[in-house]
């Protein structure tokens, strides 16, 4: 996968970068934590410009983060929930799934958005609950993209800072991503197999929730 990274980086520059962040948000087995120090690497060596790394990373992951909030806001909650509950043990996400994260949301807004995007995983969905609770696009739009900023900024300095060590690591990383990706790979897996379980728990945390609130 770091090969695959990096001559595709390498190839198109920029728009690779922004390539990769938005599949990123779209595809999380491709990890932002490569991305953007590999991005910041090649700036230092001459080969890219810094600022143009980092706005392609927020620009790519910013797309990312809007494709998700566009498609909740256009199915809905109860499309959403339809969908999760005939389909949810392929795609993880329960109904349950679904009420907590709107539940979380609501309690927590625009915060959620800003710090959701500097937290792994969680900044690829923490864009459906804004698009399901109808967060105007402008907000949610300016909050996703200071935390994108940050978070890019960040990575990609790394990267900069690192310079002429991060040849000493590069052998490794190409093995750690697939490590990574086995992971996400291994947890999916887990999440099918132990489906029905952790629905029937889900189910009744629900029930007795409703029951204290009665």
Do not use: C
Not at 163 to 175: F, I, K, M, N, T
């Amino acid at each position: 996968m770091f090969d695959w990274m990096t001559g595709l980086i390498d190839a198109l520059g920029a728009p690779g970068v922004a390539l990769l962040m938005f599949l990123e948000n779209v595809f999380p087995p491709i990890p932002s934590e490569l991305v953007m120090p590999l991005a910041g690497f090649n700036a230092a060596t001459g080969k890219m410009n810094l600022v143009a790394v980092i706005l392609a990373g927020a620009a790519g992951s910013l797309a990312g983060a809007w494709f998700w909030y566009w498609l909740a806001l256009k199915l809905g909650r109860e499309r959403l929930r339809d969908f999760a509950e005939r389909h949810g043990r392929w795609t993880g996400i329960t109904p349950e799934d679904l009420d907590r994260s709107h539940d979380w949301f609501q309690r927590h807004g625009a915060a959620a958005v800003l710090f959701g995007r500097m937290i792994p995983t969680v900044r690829t969905f923490i864009s459906v609950p804004a698009g399901l609770s109808r967060m105007p696009v402008l907000k949610f739009l300016g909050f996703s993209l200071v935390g994108t900023a940050i978070w890019t900024t960040l990575l990609a300095m790394a990267g900069y800072w690192l310079q002429s060590g991060y040849d000493a690591v590069a052998h490794w990383l190409d093995p750690v991503s697939w490590v990574v990706l086995a992971a996400i790979v291994g947890f999916y897996i887990w999440q099918v197999v132990t489906y029905d379980s952790r629905r029937s728990k889900a189910q009744e945390k629900a029930g007795l929730a409703a029951s204290r609130s009665e």
